[in-house]
C-alpha cells in the first residue's frame, strides 16, 4: 500500500508537470484558432499514441467495457472541464488561471466524502472556506478589475475534481491508459460537435476573448501553429495516463493536494513566454489556497489513519 501511494503521488507531480505545458502552447494559438480546432487536433495526434499504449497494456479488447456509460461520462466531464480551462487561460494571466484551477484539491476532498464515502472532518471542510476566500482575494470582485473568466477556471476546477473522484471509483476494473483513450475519444467527439453547432447557427465573432476562442471558426492553421497544436497531443497522452493512474493507485484526498506542484510551473510558462509578471494579489491568493489545501491535508492524516482503499474498495 505504501509503494502505491508513493508511486501515485510520483504519477501526479509528473502529470501536472506534464500537463502544464499545454497552456502556454494553447495561450499561444488562442488569438487565431478556435479551442475546438485546437482540441481535435491534439485529439487526432493522440490517438494513435493511446491506441498502441491501451494495446501494450491490457489489450484493445478493454475498451469494450461493461462499464462504457461511466468511462463515457467521466470523458465527458473531463472534455467540458479541460474547454472551459482552455477559455479562461485566452482572457486571463496563466497564473491566475491555474492558481485559481488549484481549488480543484479542495473540491476534491470536499466531495470525496459524498461520493465515495471517504470520510472528511468538518476542519477539512473550514479549509476549503479559507480557498475560497483566497479566490476573492485574486479575483477582486468589486475592484472594477474583475474578469467572468475567472468563474471559468473555478468551474473547470470542480468538474476536474469531480472527475477525478470517478477515476477512483472506477479504477478496480478500469486501466488509466483505456481512460484515457475515452478522454481522448470525448475530446475529439466533444470538439467536432461544439464546433458544429457555432457554425450551425452562423456564430462566428465574439468581444470577449473567452468566447472568441471558443466560437470563432475553424482555418486552415499555419506550420509553426500546427506543430503546437500536434505537440498538444504528446503532451495529453503522457499527462492523462500519469494523473489517471495516480487517482487509481492512492486516496483521492491524500494525492491531491500535490497538485499543487502546477503553482512551480504556471508563472515560470508565463514570464517566459509572455512576459507576464504575477500580481501582489494573485501571490497572495494563491499562498491562501494552497496553505488551505496543505492544512486539509495535514488535518486529515492527523484525525485518522490512511485509508487502505483496495481495488476491491473503489468500485
Known amino acids: 500500500m505504501r509503494n502505491r501511494m508513493v508511486l501515485g503521488i510520483l504519477s501526479l507531480c509528473l502529470g501536472v508537470l506534464v ?34 499504449l491501451v494495446h501494450a497494456d491490457v489489450g484493445l479488447r478493454a475498451v469494450l467495457s461493461r462499464r462504457f456509460g461511466l468511462l463515457t461520462a467521466r470523458a465527458f466531464i473531463q472534455f467540458t472541464s479541460y474547454t472551459v480551462y482552455y477559455l479562461a487561460i485566452a482572457a486571463l494571466p496563466l497564473a491566475d488561471a491555474v492558481a485559481l484551477y488549484f481549488m480543484a ?55 476536474y475534481g469531480f472527475s477525478q473522484l470517478m477515476a477512483r471509483k472506477i479504477g478496480d476494473t478500469e486501466s488509466s491508459t483505456v481512460m484515457a483513450f475515452y478522454q481522448n475519444g470525448a475530446y475529439l467527439v466533444g470538439a467536432a460537435v461544439v ?62 493536494t500535490f497538485e499543487y506542484t502546477g503553482i512551480i510551473w504556471s508563472p515560470l510558462w508565463g514570464f517566459l513566454f509572455f512576459a507576464e509578471v504575477p500580481r501582489s494579489t494573485t501571490i497572495l491568493g494563491a499562498a491562501l489556497i494552497i496553505g488551505a489545501g496543505l492544512l486539509a491535508l495535514r488535518t486529515e492524516r492527523r484525525e485518522r489513519p490512511a485509508p487502505t482503499l483496495a481495488a476491491a474498495d473503489v468500485g
Request: hydrophobic content about 60%.
Open 19 to 52: 500537463f502544464s505545458l499545454q497552456d502556454p502552447l494553447v495561450k499561444a494559438v488562442s488569438g487565431a484558432y478556435p479551442v475546438t480546432e485546437v482540441m481535435a487536433i491534439r485529439s487526432i495526434v493522440a490517438l494513435p499514441i493511446l491506441i498502441f
Open 195 to 256: 464546433a458544429s453547432l457555432f457554425w450551425l447557427a452562423g456564430i462566428t465573432h465574439a468581444v470577449h476573448p473567452s468566447v472568441e476562442f471558443l466560437v470563432r471558426p475553424w482555418v486552415w492553421p499555419a506550420l509553426p501553429d500546427l506543430l503546437k497544436m500536434g505537440a498538444c497531443g504528446f503532451i495529453a497522452s503522457a499527462g492523462m495516463i500519469l494523473l489517471s493512474q495516480a487517482y487509481r493507485m492512492a486516496p483521492a484526498n491524500r494525492v491531491a
Open 105 to 159: 484539491p479542495l473540491f476534491i476532498m470536499a466531495m470525496a466524502g459524498p461520493y465515495l464515502g471517504e470520510r472528511v472532518s468538518w476542519q477539512a471542510l473550514v479549509t476549503v472556506l479559507i480557498g475560497l476566500f483566497g479566490v476573492l482575494v485574486m479575483v477582486r470582485p468589486g475592484a472594477g478589475v474583475f474578469d467572468w473568466a475567472a468563474l471559468l477556471s473555478l468551474g473547470s476546477a470542480g468538474l
